[in-house]
């Protein structure tokens, strides 16, 4: 059984592209089990993409941000993984 709050509340469904790439990757799955280096960049998209719209969804359907709140988040966004600036 899952945990309350367990999902974020932001979820927006899967594209019809979205849905064929995530087709794509099962198959990739199943017929190459021993190759995850195959999988990596579909998962990579498919996350990148789920962010993207979960994104998109809240700043429409949240409050706007004060200036300050859009500072931080470029920030955190042009961060690169090991935390310096991109």
Do not use: C, F, W
Not at 18 to 43: C, F, S
Not at 61 to 67: Q, Y
């Amino acid at each position: 059984m899952r945990a309350l709050g367990a999902y974020p509340e932001v979820l927006v469904p899967l594209s019809a592209e979205e849905r064929h790439q995530r087709g794509r990757m099962a198959v990739l799955a199943r017929h190459h089990p021993n190759r995850p280096d195959l999988l990596a960049p579909g998962r990579l998209a498919l996350k990148a993409g789920a962010l993207e719209r979960r994104i998109v969804k809240a700043i429409t359907t949240d409050p706007p941000l004060t200036l300050a709140q859009r500072a931080r988040l470029a920030t955190i966004l042009l961060q690169s993984p090991d935390g310096d600036a991109a």
